[in-house]
Every structure is written in C-alpha cells, then in structure tokens.
C-alpha cells in the first residue's frame, strides 16, 4: 500500500477509534516544510526530525478544528516537551518518519487522552521481556505482534497520564487484558507506585481500543473528566 493510501486507511482506523467529542488527524510527515510549525527549543534538529514534529503539529490543530477550536496556536512545547494544548483541551500526538497523527478532546469531557502508532515487527525478544508482565505470557506467546500491542497500549496509558501526574514509563509494572478480536483492553494490574499516582482513579477508569493495519497498530487510551462516567 502507497504511503498516502496507508495515511488515508490510519485516519479511517483512527476515527473508528476515538469517542465521541474527540477530534482526530493523520497525515504523510515526509515533504512536509517544517519552517512555520517548530517552536521555540527545536533548533538544530535534523530535518527528519523537524518534519516529524511539523506533523504532529498540523494533526493536533486539525484534531482541535475538528471539534470547534480553530485558533489553536503554536502549541509550544512545555519544559517536559509536551505540546501546550489551548485551555480547556486536552490531545496526544504520535508519529514516525512516514506518518504522523493527533487526536484532541475538551477537558469537560476528558481527563487525558493518549495516542500511540508503532510498527508492528521491531520488538525483539530481549525488547519485550521488558515490556511484558508475567500475568501477559499468555496473550504474547513469543510473537512480535502481541508484543507489539502490548508496548502501543501501554505507551498510549502513560501518555494519557503524564501530563496530569508525571508518572514515568515502566511497562512492566502494569498488566493488560488483551481482546484482539475486538480491539479492546483493560488494565488487569497496576503497581502500587502507579495506583498511588493516579490521584483516587482506578484502574477501570482507563479505557483502551487498538486498530490494526498491515505492519502498523494504532492504540488510543483515554480517561472520562469523571470517575465512572459511561
């Protein structure tokens, strides 16, 4: 599948994704003039990199077009390198040398959103024994695929967070319960670090989907602005 085809069918999975009142791009990174999309901190980059970023930059003003919030700004970055989101919105951005995508939500609606796009065969073995919890062997049984999902998954959960908590990554110590069929997840543990962390949240608070495309998953976390809100 030609790039901009693949771009295309991302943008598909990814609207398929995402719940209501969240807004969502995709689109090609190479070619892409990064001039007028870097903010302040950037110099020096590689133009690989900058286009990658020029990218998301133009996902995340597309995914707040997309529910209202035309005038977005620059979204400088924070002193983490997190994009500024306008007040009142929250988002997430993701994106490789090929493609790059955003997704944005108010924070009356959500908490936190998280976005993840990974290939799907780059975890090597050594790779996911770092990722995997020993309650996950089942579900990964060895294979870059599954591995893969489980490192999107829980990339897109930390990223849902961090902004909120600044709890650092450390895959192992959360579980997952994988539906692979449906595209779905639940955290089935969380270290006590974690569930300390997350501020009188629970586990069940989080929500998970995933989509897959050829050598691509694209995962999506995502936390209600209330507990239990359905």
Same mark, same amino acid.
């Not at 700004?73 to 090929?98: E, K």
């Not at 996911?128 to 049984?141: I, L, Q, Y």
């Not at 694209?218 to 809100?229: A, F, I, N, Q, T």
């Given at each position: 599948?030609?790039?901009?085809?693949?771009?295309?069918?991302?943008?598909?999975?990814?609207?398929?994704?995402?719940?209501?009142?969240?807004?969502?791009?995709?689109?090609?990174?190479? #070619?892409?003039?990064?001039? *007028? =999309? &870097? @903010?302040?901190?950037?110099? !020096?980059?590689?133009?690989?990199?900058?286009?990658?970023?020029?990218?998301?930059?133009?996902?995340?003003?597309?995914?707040?077009?997309?529910? #209202?919030?035309?005038?977005? *700004? =620059? &979204? @400088?970055?924070?002193?983490? !390198?997190?994009?500024?989101?306008?007040?009142?919105?929250?988002?997430?951005?993701?994106?490789?040398?090929?493609?790059?995508?955003?997704?944005? #939500?108010?924070?009356?609606?959500?908490?936190?959103?998280?976005?993840?796009?990974?290939?799907?065969?780059?975890?090597?073995?050594?790779?996911?024994?770092?990722?995997?919890?020993?309650?996950?062997?089942?579900?990964?049984? #060895?294979?870059?695929?599954?591995?893969?999902?489980?490192?999107?998954?829980?990339?897109?959960?930390?990223?849902?967070?961090?902004?909120?908590?600044?709890?650092?990554?450390?895959?192992?110590?959360?579980?997952?319960?994988?539906?692979?069929?449906?595209?779905?997840?639940?955290?089935?543990?969380?270290?006590?670090?974690?569930?300390?962390?997350?501020?009188?949240?629970?586990?069940?608070?989080?929500?998970?989907?995933?989509?897959?495309?050829?050598?691509?998953?694209?995962?999506?976390?995502?936390?209600?602005?209330?507990?239990?809100?359905?």
């Amino acid at each position: 599948m030609e790039a901009a085809a693949k771009a295309n069918e991302l943008l598909s999975i990814l609207k398929g994704l995402v719940p209501a009142g969240v807004g969502s791009f995709c689109c090609l990174s190479d #070619g892409l003039d990064a001039g *007028g =999309s &870097l @903010a302040e901190g950037t110099t !020096g980059w590689s133009a690989a990199r900058s286009r990658e970023f020029a990218g998301g930059r133009i996902c995340a003003k597309n995914a707040l077009a997309a529910i #209202g919030m035309e005038e977005a *700004g =620059s &979204l @400088a970055r924070d002193s983490d !390198g997190l994009p500024q989101w306008p007040f009142g919105y929250t988002g997430s951005i993701s994106h490789n040398r090929v493609f790059c995508m955003a997704v944005a #939500g108010r924070m009356t609606d959500y908490f936190g959103l998280g976005l993840d796009l990974e290939q799907t065969n780059r975890i090597k073995e050594g790779a996911a024994r770092r990722v995997v919890h020993p309650m996950e062997t089942d579900f990964w049984k #060895g294979e870059q695929l599954q591995a893969s999902i489980l490192f999107s998954l829980k990339e897109a959960f930390y990223k849902a967070q961090y902004p909120q908590w600044r709890l650092s990554a450390n895959f192992s110590e959360m579980a997952l319960k994988v539906d692979l069929q449906e595209g779905r997840a639940e955290i089935t543990f969380l270290a006590d670090r974690l569930l300390a962390g997350i501020d009188g949240r629970i586990p069940s608070d989080f929500r998970f989907c995933f989509g897959l495309i050829e050598s691509h998953v694209v995962s999506l976390c995502w936390l209600d602005s209330s507990p239990g809100r359905s």
